[in-house]
């Protein structure tokens, strides 16, 4: 059996179409779905209750990525468990067979199904130019990972694995705290080749804000500290390598909020921030 595991809240009718893709797959094996969800408002319990998921809920102030994801991982039955975000819809019906082939044939413990940001005015530009992660700690992290790096936004694992490591009670960058224990204990990690599933955000000044921040704080489970070296670098330097899109982000008026003027400023101090100063989820 493959289980596929779910976070939601106020997923909408994007969650719906995810869901509608999930359970119109190409695959030999039985499928299960588990969401576990954090105080949804907008009817999406009652629509993943209506399409057969299995659904756990949980208070939204309590919700820790790592413990919620250890929570839907620990109600599946399946010898291999995907982990998905709520937001990425997979390309077509061979998504999950491509996902699970590589541990199915024995090739690997985990794989990491890559993404695709689609190239959509919703979209923050700074994604849609694979820029979001331009400050240092991600490349530190990538350089000590055999250039691996993992996301639960699209992932599969077999259950042995996740049970060996778990992702503990990482608030935030839960899929790099299990990334280091899994590489740690030998078992095989890849990632696909190739992207097989659309992903992308729109973020508000605060939405951008909290996100950096709370990554900041989710790195020191992983261990990593972002140096003030570092934030002096990548307030100062990394832009300027950024400088054609920037240029091209205000033709197009790509660049039309705060949070997308003022992004590389915004991403490395608030990493700061949360990794070596206020340091609380």
């Known amino acids: 059996m493959i289980s596929i595991t779910l976070l ?3 997923g909408g009718q994007l969650l719906q179409e ?45 919700f820790r990525f790592g413990p919620a994801r250890q929570l839907a991982f620990s109600k599946t039955s399946g010898e291999f468990i995907v982990t998905l975000s709520q937001d990425v819809l997979p390309f077509d019906q061979d998504y999950l067979r491509v996902l699970v082939e590589p541990l199915i044939a024995g090739e690997c413990d985990v794989v990491g199904g890559r993404t695709q940001t689609p190239d959509e005015p919703s979209v923050f530009y700074w994604e849609m130019c694979r820029a979001f992660y331009f400050t240092s700690e991600m490349h530190k992290f990538a350089s000590t990972r055999g250039g691996v790096k993992l996301s639960c936004t699209s992932m599969a694992m077999t259950r042995q694995s996740w049970l060996a490591t778990g992702f503990g009670a990482a608030p935030y960058c839960e899929d790099k705290y299990i ?15 190739k992207p ?19 990554e900041g704080v989710g790195w020191q489970y992983v261990g990593m500290q972002y140096e003030f070296s570092e934030l002096l670098y990548d307030l100062f330097l990394q832009p ?9 982000g205000i ?31």
């Open 8 to 10: 939601t809240r106020n």
């Open 18 to 62: 995810v869901i509608h893709r999930l359970q119109h797959q190409k695959v030999s094996d039985a499928v299960e779905i588990i969401a576990v969800d954090s105080g949804s408002t907008d009817g999406t319990v009652e629509y993943l209750q209506d399409s057969g998921v299995s659904v756990y809920q949980i208070p939204s102030k309590l």
């Open 251 to 281: 033709r197009l008026g790509r660049i039309n909020s705060v949070a997308s003027l003022l992004f590389f400023q915004i991403r490395p101090i608030l990493l700061f921030i949360g990794n070596r100063i206020l340091r609380r989820y």
């Open 179 to 193: 990334q280091t224990i899994l590489q740690r204990s030998g078992f095989r990690v890849m990632v696909l080749p």
């Open 196 to 214: 097989i599933a659309w992903h992308g955000h729109n973020y508000t000044l605060h939405a951008l804000a909290k996100r950096c921040y709370n």
């Open 240 to 248: 300027w390598n950024f400088r054609n899109a920037f240029g091209i």
